[in-house]
Structures are given as C-alpha cells and as structure tokens.
C-alpha cells in the first residue's frame, strides 16, 4: 500500500458527482485538470499547497453554478466536445476557524459580496495583492479588495504559461490541448483525451468552511431532507464564485454559491423528480435562453422548493415522472408571470427581479406552447441529443482510422495520452457507487497518484 501523501505536497481531488448522468469516466478527464492545476500553483505558490477541487457533472452553460455570465462562448456537443465539466478552483481557502474573514456585503446585492483582505497576515496580503482593488479604510489604513476579474486575468495567464510549456515539453499521459479560451471570469479548456473531447469551465472560487450568516434564517426552517442527510453534511461550506449582481462592481464583487450543499441534497430527491428535471432542462435550455432569462439554476432552485412543498409520499412516485415535468414547467410559469424565483438558500434574493416585462411576456408565451405539448418539445430536445451523439461517434471513427497508436503500443509515441489511469478510475466509480474518491498528487511528480474512497487509501 502506497505511503499517504503528505499535505505539504499533494493536491486534495475530490470527486463529487452533482446533477445529471456524470459519466464514470470523469475522475480521469479531471486528474488531467489537476496536473494542470499543480503546475500552476507551482509558478508562484499562490494557489494553497493543499487544496480540495470540487468538479460537478455539467458545464458553466448548464447552470451548474449560479454564473450567469454573458460572455460564455457557445460550444455544440458532439462537435466541440463530448462530456462537459466544471471544476471550482479555490484560490483562498480559508477553512481555519482563527482565519480572519471579512465580507463586506454593504456595497451589494443580495447573495453578493465583497472580500476584503485588510484583517489576514501579511504574508497573504503581499501574495494577492495585485489581484485586489484598493481603497482607503475608514481609519486611514489601505483596504485591499480580493478582485474576481484580476484573480480570474490572473489565473488565466497562468494556465497560458503553464499550456505554453506543456507544448515545448511534451509530458507523457497529458491529455491534448485542443481550446482554451477565457469568457468573463471562467476559463474554458477542451482536453482531448484519445479520441474523447472533454469540456472544462474551469472558475476561481474562494472556499469556506462552515455556513454564512446572510443564510442562517434558512436553517431553522423544515426541509425536505430533514432526517435524510445530517445538517453537518449539508453546511459543510460555501464558496464565493466571481460574478456580480446586475448592477454591481464587477471588479469588486463575488456571489455566494452553495455547490457542495447541493450535491449533498441531490441524494434526497427521487429518481422520477429528477427524469423530470432533466427533461425540463433539455426542453428550455435553448427554447429560454434569448434573450437571456431563465437557466437550469433557476430551474433547479424552484425544484429545490416544490421538494419542500409537497408531500414525501407524493415526491416518492416512481412513476410520476410525467406529473412531475408538468409541475415544473407550471411553477416556471408562475416564476415569470410574477418575476418572483428565490434562492433556496437565501430566500430573501429574487433571481428574476431584474426582468423586463417584454422579455417575461415573452418567454411565458414560449412555455404556453411547450406546456401545450410538451412531448413533442421532449421529442425534438431527444432528437438533437440523438444528432449531437451521432457526431461524435463519427468523429471518433474517423479519428481512430488516423489517430497514433497509445504509449502502451509498440512503437507508440509516448506523448499521447495513457489511456490504463482512465480505466482504473472508471473500474472504482463504477464499483463504488455513490462513495466520495479523492485523487492525491504530488506535484513533483505527477505519475504517481494516490486514491482514497472515502476513508481508505490505496
């Protein structure tokens, strides 16, 4: 049994699966992330020795996380790539209790902040401080202002760097870079991997331990997974992710994201819910997206709260999936007629308080067709993941009758990508459904990962 890595060198890799079908294949695609990530900590040591990725089943363009940013290139599945990912990034992780944090919610919206870093030492201060904005405290002091847009600039010249060096030195097993682009505050790679693409929306976040006081009111209300899932298990942190309000300072302000709270209570809702859930996704994805209104999180949000309205048993109906599309496309509607979508977390926050009445009316009348005929909405959405599936495996086809052999041939040109780690990892996904596995890495030498499942290491 390998030596448990030491938290002075390894990376911490946590594999959590989140909403949607996440394909077994995902840990590898996402250790070839984290190689990336080490050699990018490994520049100038910003990034934290020890760190915890948090990777969901999805894209930033799915609403995995509550981004909602304009600048999102649009990539076609099966022509761009074929599995779709986000990986949340910590830049600060400030999971000490005696770690002094200050959000400065006075200046923005709700679900909002700023970051100051005035109370942290000053080893931290002089680490980021040309990722900050500056301002003068109160008592005269430099305040500095932990910036999204700087420490996303910032963070995106160092993978540049970092790509830059893997293509004058071709590593063995790293992946093929085919994309990298950078859309607001988010970092988009397209990795080739054999003759798979894999999708990363890569975001800085800061990480939390514990549970903000702004969404403390919301704990002492009954929940749907009440008994299911500990509390412990559901406030176990919260991240800020770097997007403003509509009206906000871009350069100053962050939003809250409750991500890992999410994961922990997808185990609480019902198999037929989610079919439901995964239909409505597919059938307004493209239907609402102009001009830009409704996206999955808001869909998700008001899943969240029909699992707190309705009765258990009724949610438990494992045949109920039908029922419970048409429940979701109603209470959308009811969403927009009112312009009124809270976040389950903050219920306070109205997610659809900035919408105009022409873009409202709008899309209420495109969910009157769907809510018409919502098979043949269903049936079209299936058909274009038909097409898009297609396209890949013709794609593929074609790339293997020209593709070079893998390191493991003989003969086999040892930069293309090893494809025995892929195989490992699915081999313990799929025998350990439902576990949470972490990859350890030392970034020194990236050849030799460690896995844990839950508790054990291997």
């Known amino acids: 049994m390998p030596r448990r890595p030491t938290r002075s060198s390894a990376y911490t890799l946590a594999v959590l699966p989140f909403w949607g079908d996440s394909s077994v294949s995902s840990p590898y695609e996402k250790l070839s992330t984290e190689t990336l990530m080490g050699m990018v900590q490994k520049l100038d040591q910003k990034l934290p020795v020890a760190n915890e990725y948090l990777l969901l089943s999805g894209g930033v363009r799915e609403g995995v996380v509550d981004l909602d940013l304009d600048e999102l290139n649009v990539y076609a599945r099966g022509t761009d790539y074929d599995m779709d990912f986000t990986l949340l990034v910590p830049a600060l992780k400030l999971h000490d ?18 970051l100051s870093l005035r109370l942290f030492d000053e080893g931290t201060i002089s680490k980021w401080k040309d990722c900050c904005t500056i301002a003068d405290h109160i008592n005269g002091a430099t305040n500095y202002f932990f ?42 790679i397209i990795l080739g991997v054999g003759s798979s693409r894999m999708l990363y929306d890569i975001v800085p976040v800061v990480s939390f331990k514990g549970w903000p006081a702004v969404a403390q009111s919301w704990l002492m209300e009954n929940h749907f997974w009440d008994g299911k899932i500990t509390e412990e298990e559901v406030i176990s942190g919260f991240y800020l992710v770097p997007a403003c309000s509509y009206k906000g300072k871009k350069d100053n302000e962050w939003r809250l994201s409750f991500a890992r709270s999410e994961v922990q209570l997808k185990k609480c809702i019902s198999g037929s819910l989610m079919q439901a859930y995964q239909a409505c996704k597919a059938i307004i994805i ?76 709008l899309h209420a009348r495109k969910l009157s067709s769907v809510r018409s005929d919502p098979a043949e909405h269903l049936r079209t959405a299936i058909e274009h993941v038909k097409a898009a599936n297609r396209l890949t495996l013709k794609l593929q086809r074609r790339g293997s009758t020209t593709s070079i052999p893998s390191p493991q041939s003989d003969g086999g040109d040892p930069n293309q990508p090893d494809d025995r780690l892929a195989k490992k990892l699915q081999q313990l996904v799929t025998e350990n459904p439902g576990k949470s596995i972490s990859v350890f890495i030392n970034p020194d030498d990236v050849t030799r990962p460690h896995f844990r499942i839950d508790d054990k290491f291997f």
């Open 97 to 114: 209790r005696n770690q002094p944090v200050t959000l400065d919610m006075r200046h923005s919206a709700l679900c909002h902040s700023w």
């Open 147 to 188: 910036s999204p847009t700087k420490v996303a600039d910032w963070f995106y010249d160092s993978i540049s760097i970092v790509l830059s060096e893997i293509q004058k030195k071709p590593q063995r097993g790293m992946p093929k870079v085919e994309k990298v682009e950078k859309n607001g505050t988010i970092i988009s």
């Open 286 to 361: 493209k239907l609402l997206s102009r001009p830009k209104a409704i996206s999955p999180y808001h869909l998700r949000s008001m899943m969240l709260w029909a699992c707190d309205r309705l009765p258990v048993s009724y949610l438990a109906q494992e045949d109920y999936a039908a029922h419970f599309l048409l429940g979701l496309i109603d209470d959308l509607q009811h969403c927009l007629v009112n312009k009124m979508c809270p976040n389950y977390f903050i219920p306070q926050c109205n997610m659809l308080e900035h919408l105009s009445e022409e873009t409202v009316m």
